[in-house]
């Protein structure tokens, strides 16, 4: 997105996007794929960063490995298990994924991506990254009033642009969900504190589970929806009502 992240790009997933001619029906069968610097917090709370891969597609794919220069493939993790999106954490990130992070930022590197479709048909695409990196947003909370959850946290950097995720836990499963995600929000200036409220009323229903916050910042590739960097911070919270 570069100087464009006020333009919102949206994957709905699940839908394949179909080209019509009066004949015949092409499935776009087009491949994503992006390799950038991400990083989040240890549990420390000590700034640690790692390669984060992520892939999608219009058709559903299978499965999806990336491998460097050195070193063995990985397979990226389907989201919601759905064959259209895939990354190589988890998702809301935690201090777990912190493990395979390092206090230093990985030098820039070239990485190949194999996506598998459904019906055995492969493609092979590159990807690179680059020396631009971000640190997470410090001092995030989220508090408590009479009529709202206050999100607030400081600004970062040199970033482009944020974005805020909100999960739902359920206390036994542990299982999350998605409840809310923002669009691409601009910085005010480098030093202003940003926060958003929301209101009680339309998060009541999941005010008895764990509730992650999370938020994102982001480096975009000039004149493009990809990212050179990004990072995330996240904190968990209770209300108990």
């Known amino acids: 997105m570069g100087k464009h992240f006020l333009r919102i790009f949206v994957i709905v997933f699940g839908l394949a996007?179909?080209?019509?001619?009066?004949?015949?029906?092409?499935?776009?069968?087009?491949?994503?794929?992006?390799s950038y610097i991400h990083s989040i917090y240890n549990r420390a709370g000590v700034p640690v960063y790692n390669v984060m891969h992520t892939a999608y597609s219009f058709s559903k794919l299978?499965?999806?490995?990336?491998?460097?220069?050195?070193?063995s493939a990985t397979t990226l993790n389907s989201v919601?298990?759905?064959?259209?999106?895939?990354?190589s954490l988890h998702i809301p990130f935690t201090t777990e994924d912190s493990l395979a992070y390092k206090t230093t930022v990985p030098?820039?590197?070239?990485?190949?991506?194999?996506?598998t479709y459904e019906n055995g048909d492969a493609v092979s695409l590159v990807n690179a990254t680059v020396d631009k990196s971000l640190p997470p947003v410090s001092q995030l909370a989220a508090t408590k009033t009479t009529t709202d959850i206050v999100l607030a946290w400081k600004p970062v950097?040199?970033?482009?642009?944020?974005?805020?995720?909100?999960?739902?836990?359920?206390?036994?499963?542990?299982?999350?969900t998605l409840i809310y995600e923002s669009d691409f929000l601009a910085p005010k200036d480098a030093t202003s504190d940003l926060s958003i409220p929301f209101?009680?009323?339309?998060?009541?229903?999941?005010?008895s589970t764990n509730l992650y916050f999370e938020v994102s910042a982001f480096i975009?590739?000039?004149?493009?929806?990809?990212?050179?960097?990004?990072?995330?911070?996240?904190?968990?919270?209770?209300?108990?009502i």
Do not use: M, W
């Not at 996007?17 to 992006?34: A, G, P, R």
């Not at 919601?80 to 990354?87: H, N, R």
């Not at 209101?199 to 005010?207: A, G, K, N, V």
């Not at 975009?220 to 108990?240: L, M």
């Open 80 to 87: 919601g298990l759905s064959g259209y999106s895939f990354v």
């Open 199 to 207: 209101s009680l009323i339309s998060f009541s229903q999941y005010l």
């Open 62 to 71: 299978s499965s999806v490995t990336v491998s460097g220069a050195t070193g």
């Open 17 to 34: 996007i179909l080209f019509s001619s009066c004949t015949k029906t092409v499935e776009d069968k087009s491949v994503y794929v992006d």
């Open 220 to 240: 975009f590739e000039a004149n493009s929806d990809f990212y050179h960097a990004s990072s995330a911070a996240t904190i968990k919270k209770y209300f108990g």
């Open 107 to 115: 030098a820039p590197g070239t990485y190949t991506y194999k996506a």
């Open 157 to 176: 950097t040199a970033v482009e642009a944020y974005k805020v995720r909100i999960y739902s836990e359920d206390i036994d499963t542990k299982l999350s």
